[in-house]
């Protein structure tokens, strides 16, 4: 046990956008209200770029302690150099803590050199799970909470599913969902975004789109049934389509390109920073996506969510929430439209403890295993 007046050192490791989103509010928690605990950020550059990372890093105040500069490529040797390169770090710095976020590629590799360093691991957004061994990010989510000795839930099938995996009970705290404490803290700046009028938009009389997964737009027949989706939801309102450049190459090698520039109301756009997406979610009148993220965002908000997947990792969303999954099927999605634009969708609340004091909850158990162990 340290003294008191010695910090313990706890290591975030990050690596996506959406990582980033998770832990926007734990420098700022822990200076404020946890003075014993020094948070450090390494972010591994599984996603780099300036302008968005511009906004997280500058506008969040986020900037990382430790860059990796993980180069792209195949995610087997993208996770070797990041497991490389956090352990050096974690061998140098010695941390107290190392947490890791999600489920992606940085996830398992900083699970596995805490692991290996024998450094005390805990995962953020631990337990949740698709069912589905065909997504890497389930696998990664897995491996993780089996390496992890603390573990922090954001909804009860966490809770369910590590204690169902014989995870020590121990190690396991109900805290709630970080994301949503960016959200509640920035909930003014994204207020103030001009995104909507700049698009020409009125507030609830548009759709918001986010198409991105493989299964969904890196095959033709996927990108036919995109394209198909968005030509008849236009025909009846605007659609904003905030698309990726690597999807957009996808509906160019299939030949879609022009007939999604041919449906008048289709307006694809760049992908947006945190505040004009969130501004977007906020004055749509539902969103369409495949992401996961979103469909915890729109739950929040109480947001009409179609969601095209399978499956989900984030089932309170769907018994609690707004969100529903549908099959990836023209028909069955503008069934859900018209329920929505007859006002009997079903309205959604929010899940438990979503209510901006995640960061805090975790800190305070960290501040709790520093002092007393599990």
């Keep these: 046990m340290k003294t008191s007046s010695e910090k313990n050192t706890l290591w975030i490791v990050v690596g996506t956008r959406p990582n980033f989103v998770k832990i926007t509010q734990f420098k700022r928690t822990a200076r404020e209200s946890f003075p014993s605990?020094?948070?450090?950020?390494?972010?591994?550059?599984?996603?780099?770029?300036?302008?968005?990372?511009?906004?997280?890093?500058?506008k969040f105040g986020l900037?990382?302690?430790?860059?990796?500069?993980?180069?792209?490529?195949?995610?087997?040797?993208?996770?070797?150099?990041?497991?490389?390169?956090?352990?050096?770090?974690?061998?140098?710095?010695?941390?107290?803590?190392?947490?890791?976020?999600?489920?992606?590629?940085?996830?398992?590799?900083?699970?596995?050199?805490?692991?290996?360093?024998g450094i005390t691991a805990a995962h953020l957004e631990s337990g949740l799970r698709s069912g589905d061994l065909s997504m890497p990010e389930e696998r990664n989510r897995k491996v993780a909470d089996v390496l992890c000795d603390l573990h922090f839930v954001t909804e009860d099938s966490g809770l369910a599913n590590l204690r169902a995996e014989g995870i020590s009970e121990r190690g396991i705290a109900f805290t709630g969902n970080t994301m949503i404490d960016t959200l509640s803290a920035f909930s003014s700046e994204i207020a103030q975004s001009e995104v909507t009028a700049s698009l020409g938009?009125?507030?609830?009389?548009?759709?918001?789109?986010?198409?991105?997964?493989?299964?969904?737009?890196?095959?033709?027949?996927?990108?036919?049934?995109?394209?198909?989706?968005?030509?008849?939801?236009?025909?009846?309102?605007?659609?904003?389509?905030?698309?990726?450049?690597?999807?957009?190459?996808?509906?160019?090698?299939?030949?879609?390109?022009?007939?999604l520039e041919s449906l008048k109301r289709l307006k694809m756009?760049?992908?947006?920073?945190?505040?004009?997406?969130?501004k977007l979610i906020a004055d749509s009148a539902f969103v369409l996506t495949d992401s996961g993220g979103i469909q915890e965002e729109t739950t929040f908000l109480q947001k009409p969510c179609l969601t095209l997947r399978p499956n989900t990792e984030r089932p309170s969303t769907i018994e609690i929430g707004s969100?529903?999954?549908?099959?990836?099927?023209?028909?069955?999605?503008?069934?859900?439209?018209?329920?929505?634009?007859?006002?009997?969708?079903?309205k959604g609340r929010v899940p438990h403890l979503w209510d901006g004091k995640a960061t805090e909850r975790v800190l305070r158990r960290m501040e709790d295993f520093f002092e007393n162990g599990y």
């Design 201 to 259: 938009l009125e507030k609830g009389k548009f759709a918001l789109a986010t198409i991105h997964r493989p299964s969904n737009v890196d095959n033709p027949e996927g990108a036919k049934l995109v394209t198909e989706i968005f030509r008849r939801i236009s025909a009846r309102r605007s659609v904003v389509f905030p698309i990726h450049p690597r999807t957009a190459a996808r509906f160019e090698a299939f030949g879609l390109k022009e007939e």
């Design 63 to 117: 900037r990382p302690d430790v860059f990796l500069d993980v180069a792209p490529g195949m995610p087997g040797f993208q996770i070797a150099e990041a497991i490389t390169g956090l352990t050096r770090l974690f061998a140098e710095s010695k941390p107290d803590l190392v947490m890791v976020v999600g489920d992606v590629n940085s996830t398992l590799a900083g699970a596995v050199a805490a692991d290996k360093c």
């Design 323 to 346: 969100n529903t999954l549908l099959k990836f099927d023209p028909d069955s999605i503008e069934a859900a439209v018209d329920e929505i634009d007859a006002g009997t969708y079903k």
């Design 269 to 278: 756009i760049e992908p947006q920073d945190y505040f004009a997406f969130q």
């Design 37 to 58: 605990i020094e948070v450090k950020i390494v972010h591994t550059g599984q996603h780099y770029d300036e302008r968005m990372a511009g906004v997280f890093f500058d």
